[in-house]
């Protein structure tokens, strides 16, 4: 069968329109992802029940932190429920990954639980992360709180689409809980719905400038170990927190570097540098500060650049809502962090 010129163009044509509109609605999926908000969970009030778990490294003689943090919750009005395999040892762990993921997924499946506070961090977050199922999360969603190794977990939660919060855990209690009574009120805060707004000291390393966007983020090694899984959070139009500790300055220029290959920063919105804790000695000195070869990491960049958050590994370790819009404002004489509460 001959065809004609005017049958063959036609056909050429409609193709093309085809085409487009494939193509025009992938662009508006893609926006409509990109921009659509997170989940936030019921805040706590009283009566609401939290419950301890440990989905990371073993806790070896910790049972006074463990029993401080029931007896905070309590003072707050919450009921507290310790997983059964907390206490559980298996070489590294608290427990082996069936044990640990048994504690954390009966949690998330309880309609009754409204928050889940990981007892500590270390390593092995990222060995259950596959096993987890959201079925019944997400029709019960409710708060996870931890920082450190959880940032594995908080990456998860991000990706689909909840709120979580980066604050202390409960190996964080000292003897004398005055010690850390600012960062006790902003966890509380958080958890009730009212989270802090923070006014950070000028620190001459600081890249002015203003922005605003969902805070992600966590422990940079863990967010550096995400990378090209399904836990690799997009981080475009977002405000980045990072923090650190006992790593050598090459490992971290190494791993923001492999980041920035990876097109981590290509279009984040800005960058929250908080605790650099315990940082090892090489051989081989780097030569500068760590906030020096932070800003020479990312000198391409343009985003405003805030360091001297309070969060991390050490004692003064500030509550933040991860997924939640801030706006972040970073001039010579201060910086200030603000979420937009609902």
């Given at each position: 069968m001959i065809l004609r010129p005017a049958i063959i163009v036609s056909f050429f044509a409609i193709i093309l329109v085809f085409n487009e509109a494939i193509c025009a609605q992938s662009k508006t999926d893609n926006s409509t992802k990109?921009?659509?908000?997170?989940?936030?969970?019921p805040y706590l009030k009283a009566g609401d029940t939290v419950a301890i778990?440990?989905?990371?490294?073993?806790?070896?003689?910790r049972e006074r932190e463990v029993q401080q943090a029931i007896d905070l919750l309590k003072s707050w009005g919450l009921h507290a429920v310790v997983g059964k395999h907390v206490f559980s040892k298996a070489n590294h762990f608290a427990g082996t990954d069936d044990e640990r993921c048994e504690d954390l997924q009966k949690a998330m499946d309880d309609p009754t639980i409204s928050a889940i506070w990981c007892a500590r961090g270390g390593y092995g977050t990222v060995r259950i992360l596959d096993k987890l199922d959201y079925t019944k999360f997400k029709q019960n969603p409710k708060w996870v709180v931890g920082y450190s190794d959880i940032t594995a977990?908080?990456?998860q939660l991000h990706n689909k689409g909840f709120m979580s919060i980066h604050a202390l855990m409960c190996v964080s209690l000292t003897k004398d809980l005055s010690e850390i009574a600012?960062?006790?009120?902003?966890?509380?805060?958080?958890?009730?719905?009212?989270?802090t707004n923070y006014d950070l000291e000028p620190i001459t390393y600081n890249r002015e400038g203003k922005a605003?966007?969902?805070l992600v983020g966590g422990n940079l090694t863990m967010l550096h170990t995400m990378l090209g899984s399904k836990e690799t959070i997009d981080t475009s139009g977002k405000i980045l927190f990072i923090e650190e500790i006992g790593e050598y300055k090459y490992h971290i220029d190494r791993m923001l570097q492999s980041m920035k290959r990876a097109g981590y920063f290509d279009n984040l919105n800005g960058l929250i540098v908080g605790d650099m804790s315990r940082l090892r000695k090489n051989t081989t000195l780097w030569g500068t500060s760590v906030e020096q070869l932070i800003r020479d990491a990312l000198a391409d960049y343009d985003f405003p650049i805030a360091f001297g958050m309070p969060a991390g590994h050490e004692k003064k370790n500030l509550a933040m809502t991860l997924g939640m819009t801030v706006d972040l404002q970073v001039e010579g004489d201060k910086t200030m962090i603000s979420f937009k509460k609902e």
């Open positions: 990109m921009t659509s908000e997170l989940i936030r969970p778990v440990a989905p990371s490294g073993i806790l070896k003689n977990f908080h990456n600012y960062t006790i009120e902003t966890f509380k805060m958080a958890l009730f719905g009212n989270p605003s966007g969902e």
